[in-house]
């Protein structure tokens, strides 16, 4: 299988099938999984995101598919995600094959420093290569959270950051400034960090069932980018801001070939649709049938 996914879209997609709105049950969301692996875009996909309360049951799925249970398919990979306090009865029960595991500091509102402490306690006494990504409000205390989960990096804990940039409602969204500012504390912090919800498409847009603009991960891809550059937090918020979508694709067309800072990118309920806007964009090149796979 050649190469067809540049380095700055390495790992971009985590595939989160499983949660709303695809909502795929497990007996279709692990094999379609299998398939993104072998696929001519599987160094596109990152781990298979499910809740940590599924695990049992996606190791009953996974026993009973060919593609794992036969091991036809890369190495699995899976990122299980839960509230404290079901991470930490599971730390002695997690599946093969699982990479990182997420879990909120904090509801809105709230200090998120005692949610980072308790997650900090678990890292300290959990054996293996997990990646932690602990998710904090982008609200009231939010630049104290990331001060907590960088110094946790410099004790040299696996930890990144990861905020929400979607849901449901308005104010779950945050806006071009309120998200350049982030990225710019976290370029500040060297703290790595994830995304999650509202990123269906390429480029900014407005969701014509809902009325809510969604962020596009190229946007986002184009502030990591200028971000680790040097641009100031104005900067990043235009291009956070523009629906321009040539411009975009050909802004980021020249760092394709370098390695993406920061950002270590997001989950997709249909990691489809990330997939057919790269190759309409032309930032992704989908083999010719019967050329080489």
């Given at each position: 299988?050649?190469?067809a996914v540049p380095p700055?879209?390495?790992a971009?997609?985590d595939?989160?099938?499983?949660?709303p709105p695809?909502s795929?049950p497990?007996?279709?969301?692990?094999?379609?999984?299998?398939?993104h692996?072998?696929?001519?875009?599987?160094q596109?996909?990152?781990?298979?995101?499910l809740p940590?309360?599924?695990r049992?049951?996606f190791?009953?799925?996974?026993?009973?598919?060919p593609?794992?249970?036969?091991g036809?398919?890369?190495?699995l990979?899976?990122g299980?995600?839960?509230?404290p306090?079901a991470?930490?009865?599971?730390?002695?029960d997690?599946?093969?094959?699982t990479?990182?595991?997420?879990?909120?500091v904090?509801k809105?509102?709230e200090?998120?420093l005692?949610?980072?402490e308790?997650?900090?306690?678990?890292?300290?006494?959990?054996?293996?290569?997990l990646?932690?990504?602990?998710e904090?409000?982008?609200?009231?205390?939010l630049?104290?959270?990331?001060?907590?989960?960088?110094?946790?990096?410099?004790e040299?804990?696996?930890?990144a950051?990861?905020?929400r940039t979607g849901?449901l409602?308005?104010e779950l969204?945050p806006?071009?400034t309120?998200?350049?500012?982030v990225i710019?504390?976290?370029?500040?912090?060297?703290?790595?960090?994830k995304?999650?919800?509202?990123?269906h498409?390429a480029?900014?847009?407005?969701?014509?069932e809902?009325?809510l603009?969604h962020?596009g991960?190229?946007n986002?891809?184009a502030?990591?980018?200028a971000?680790?550059?040097g641009a100031?937090?104005?900067?990043?918020?235009l291009l956070?801001?523009?629906?321009?979508?040539q411009?975009?694709?050909d802004?980021?067309?020249?760092?394709?070939?370098?390695e993406?800072?920061?950002?270590?990118g997001?989950?997709?309920?249909s990691?489809q649709?990330p997939?057919?806007?790269l190759?309409t964009?032309?930032?992704l090149?989908?083999p010719r049938p019967?050329?080489?796979?």
């Open positions: 299988m050649s190469n700055l879209l390495n971009l997609v595939d989160a099938a499983v949660f695809g795929a497990l007996t279709d969301a692990v094999p379609a999984h299998a398939g692996r072998r696929s001519w875009y599987a596109l996909i990152g781990p298979l995101l940590i309360g599924d049992s049951d190791v009953a799925v996974a026993a009973n598919h593609s794992f249970s036969s036809a398919s890369p190495d990979e899976l299980l995600i839960g509230e306090s991470i930490e009865p599971a730390l002695g997690l599946p093969e094959g990479r990182q595991l997420e879990s909120p904090a809105r509102g200090d998120p005692p949610g980072i308790r997650l900090a306690a678990l890292m300290r006494k959990c054996e293996g290569p990646q932690w990504y602990l904090v409000p982008l609200a009231w205390g630049m104290s959270g990331l001060d907590a989960i960088a110094a946790l990096r410099a040299g804990l696996p930890v950051a990861k905020f849901g409602a308005a969204f806006s071009p309120e998200l350049a500012a710019a504390a976290c370029r500040d912090r060297d703290l790595p960090f995304l999650t919800a509202g990123l498409h480029v900014r847009h407005t969701d014509a809902t009325g603009v962020h991960f190229l986002i891809l502030a990591v980018v971000a680790a550059d100031d937090p104005a900067d990043l918020a956070l801001s523009t629906t321009e979508t411009s975009l694709a802004r980021i067309r020249p760092d394709l070939d370098r993406r800072p920061l950002w270590v997001f989950g997709s309920c990691v649709d997939v057919g806007d190759v964009l032309g930032l090149d989908r019967g050329g080489p796979q």
